[in-house]
């Protein structure tokens, strides 16, 4: 059943007058049961009970039904009250939320027949069906009634423990500090100890603490592993904490443990689906498929059935299962032609189970086929994603789908992907990823969103990988002191900080001296370098300065993209011409002039070709001959001036 479908029939057992009809349907209803004493009726009640509580529910349910019929009997709105608990015990076992449904019906029947309703166990049950049928708001309300109107030690930590856990559902961890400091460990049961490790567990779960959760979770399962089969949900979690942490191997063996223990058939289908993706990890493709296409076998109508596919799609550049997908189109429409079966699944099921998983799909089946109407549909279904409500395993499909294809997507392009959709990227990828964004957000002159995505990595990642990042952006967009106030909470002190807190004294025209001794923590470090011949320059030691860099002068084109590297070169060479020191600067720039087409660097190059009488002044003359710089316009002049005076000694 649909979300959509559960809500709407919930809210027409809620709001429907079926407690009025009630007394019309069961009037014109001719019993097969004889009218019932008052002792007959309070006979089969015990015999429910006790039923009941063998947990041999549909003979307890045969029994209530005889009390149900007669309305006249003393027991008939406790047999309600009990069916109620039935249907939602059943319900909770085998995943049925129709059956959860009527267990609503019937204790909503029951409020309305009997006479004092408004009981701790009636707040308690009614809280819990809703907690089921994944209505915590409403559950959460019923709770806290039901925690002033319990009588009993048993009764309290009953209903704390319900609190704690839709506060952890909802994320509503104010309330878990309200109400925890009521529980007492030392008084608790051994059955409601570990119900309080779980529930511990599922907090830390429900805050990404894995590990932590793991501590918790794995001794519910040592010691009282009936409570999770009692359960499923609740044993689903444990497995899918203990995949998160990476115990692939563990966590197989539970899930293969669910399948064969539980009877909820969307936790089966969930596991089998897990089972798929440790198989995939492993690289075990063929397994993977397998448990895949299993759900497709068998629960073909399901939404798991659906992702299923999409998961199958997904493996396509393996070349096994390529085959193996071409031979299902003989039999299944949806592999015939994969791309319209994405899209139809993304454009169908928008923001759904279903659709979050397409839009993996999506975005890599474009990644591949570089198709610029394609890119555009992309950018537009993007923009309608809301990935806060994403699950886990659904961000984490996205991510291993795509982060390939981000890592080699051209600015441009990640620039207009982000800019659709900024809370997708930050929700969803990995730093790696996020690193990436923030280099090309600077190509795009995104700046604001650079230092922005920047000041959100530190925030989350809060680490020195992550401060450098800042630091650096800050430096770049000529936020000096800011960078060095990032810089300065770094706790790894190594080489690439060195440099960046080096950087940023120089544009501060601070003193250098502490700088000239943090880089000798960089060795044989060529950017170190060439800000050593940095500093030099600045200290007025033009000699040592255009020695280190002669060290590195095979490697400088690399550094002459950046604007502050650019200055500092510029500045050396443009003093060294100014010097008369045009030996030098050949031995500087003809290395970089191989790897480099600049206007500037070959207007200096033929300048000192000049001077020093080179043959190859023609060469670089007509390398800057659409050159439009001040210093090409000073080089065509030192040519011509030459060409001149060569023709005058003639």
Known sequence: MSGFKLILTVLLIIISPSFAEEKTVLNQQESPFKSLS????????????????????????????????????????????????????????????SLILKALNYINKYSYMAKNSENWDFYYTKGNIYENLYMYERALALYKLAFYRALTKKQQFKTIAAILRTAAWTHKMDLVTRYIVFVNVEELSHEEKKEFEFIKGLLEFQKGNYEKAYEYLSKVYKEYEPYLIENPYYYYIFAENTYRIRKYEFSKQLFRRIISLIKDEEIIRRSLLRLGDIFNIKGDKITAFNYYYSIVEKYPDSQEAKVAKLKILSMEDDRRIKEKIYLLKKKDKDFEKPLRFVYRMLVSNRNSYIGNFAIGNFGKMVFDMKNESLFSELVKELSLIYPERMLYEQKEYIRKLWDKGLLELPPDKICELYRTNRRFFKNI??????????????????????????????????????????????????????????????????????????????????????????????????????????????????????????????????????????????????????????????????????KLDDCNINSWLLISMVRTGSEETEKYMKKIEKCDTSWSSVAKNVYEDSILMKEVSR
């Open 38 to 97: 008052e002792e007959e009726a309070s006979q089969i009640y015990r015999e429910a009970i006790q039923m009941y509580r063998r947990k041999s529910y549909y003979s307890a349910l045969n029994l209530l039904t005889k009390l149900i019929t007669h309305r006249d009997n003393i027991h008939y709105s406790d047999a309600l009250f009990l069916t109620a608990k039935i249907y939602l015990e059943l319900g909770r076992k085998t995943g049925k939320k």
């Open 429 to 594: 990828f990995d730093r790696k990823v996020l690193l990436k964004i923030v280099e090309d957000l600077k190509k795009c002159n995104m700046r604001k969103d650079r230092i922005d995505l920047a000041e959100w990595i530190l925030k989350k990642w809060n680490d020195d990988i992550s401060r450098l990042a800042l630091a650096k952006v800050y430096f770049e967009e000529n936020k000096f002191k800011k960078s060095l106030e990032v810089l300065s909470k770094m706790k790894n002190r190594n080489c690439n900080y060195a440099k960046l807190y080096t950087k940023n004294i120089i544009e501060l025209d601070r003193d250098t001296r502490k700088s000239s001794e943090i880089l000798n923590t960089c060795k044989n470090d060529k950017e170190a370098l060439l800000l050593e011949a940095v500093l030099y320059f600045r200290s007025g030691n033009l000699d040592s300065s255009i020695k280190t860099l002669s060290k590195i002068k095979d490697d400088l084109y690399r550094f002459y993209s950046d604007p502050f590297f650019r200055k500092y070169i510029s500045r050396i060479i443009t003093r060294s011409i100014s010097e008369n020191r045009y030996s030098d600067v050949l031995n500087i720039l003809l290395p970089v002039s191989e």
